[in-house]
């Protein structure tokens, strides 16, 4: 009795699913496939329609309808259900956004059983239509402030019709020459634009190029980038502070940026007269992501004493006290021009004033030099510039640090 109830049961759970099933919803559409025929670049076909019927005898409803591609679109009247036994419409569109083949698929799930159904797209783009070698352009490591190498970009027209270009420009620490702008380019005709890097700055850079034409769209852009190589220069410590007559010692360290390789020669800015510096190395190699160190020492001078064999000062009376026997001198002098004053057209006081007038010129050559000023670094707080300098061509390119000098 029970094996014949539970029998009864199966039976019945078996007949309400295939009866729900033979019930349920079901759909049919009226094409699997579109095609469009030819339709310019950035224009809008005509609608095609597909019709979606509900041939099941319950309500189907509809979990997505969607188009796969970027050349299509729709709209449609189904909303979230559709009846038993009625129908709704899909109207799809060809947009295509560039020239050649588009495709596409329209994909709708449901509660249909023989969900998801598919319907298949295809159009031909036409018109003018541009394509280039490459959508990036990156450049290698740069010395900054100067040029790099061209890279050239190729223009193709690849429409069915001609191409014109209007402008090129170029943004970034970048710049460009060119023989496609004003120019139409036949289909299949090409051009290039040769395109240069100059950095401004150490580390990474990047810019765009912007092509004017009447493709569609208007505008296509090509992604520009480099790296700027530079380097730095530090002191450690920044400060330091000594005595006249002593030194003082900082450690430089030049370090690279964006890859920058070469040699760097240091140097010192201007200097007060009392001050001196010196590098060891004086020139360093630079090369990776370390950096490379040197020493620079300032020295000072201290006050001295004058030399032996420097000047000697004039005894007090001056000229006066001088040697009795260059006044001797100068009389005789004095006498001998008397004596001549009628050859020479001297009247005698004229004579003697001469004479007398070269003895006194004279006689500081016997006296010695004269006085030798000593100088000495002066207590304060000095400001020294030290530069490092690669030459880069023509030009050169420089990065500087500042020191303090505290001299006490």
Known sequence: MALGVAAACLLAVSGARAGGQAGGAASSLSATSLTFTPEPVGTVSAPQTITLTNTGSAVLNIVTLSVLGPDFSETNTCGNTVAAGTNCAIYVTFDPLSYGTGTGTVVITSSASNSPQTVTLEGMGMGPALTFSSATVNFPSQLVSTTSPQETVYVSSSGDEPLTIANITVTGPFNSNN?????????????????????????????????????YPATQTIALNGTGADFSVSLTPTSNSTTAGQSANYSVS?????????????GCGALQPTLACSFAPSTVTVSGSSPATSTVTVTTIAASRVPPGGSRRMPPGGIWLRPLWLWILALGFAGLAVSRRKRAGLTPACAVAAALLLAALTMPACGGNSPKVATVTSPGTYAIVVAGTTPAGSNTVQSTAVLTLVVN
Request: aromatic share 8%.
């Open 179 to 215: 023989t496609c702008v004003t120019s139409v380019l036949n289909a299949g005709g090409s051009c290039t634009i040769s395109v240069y890097f100059t950095p401004v700055a150490g580390g990474p850079a990047t810019g765009q190029m912007t092509i004017y034409d009447d493709a």
């Open 254 to 266: 030049v370090t690279p940026i964006g890859g920058f390789s070469g040699t760097v020669a240091l």
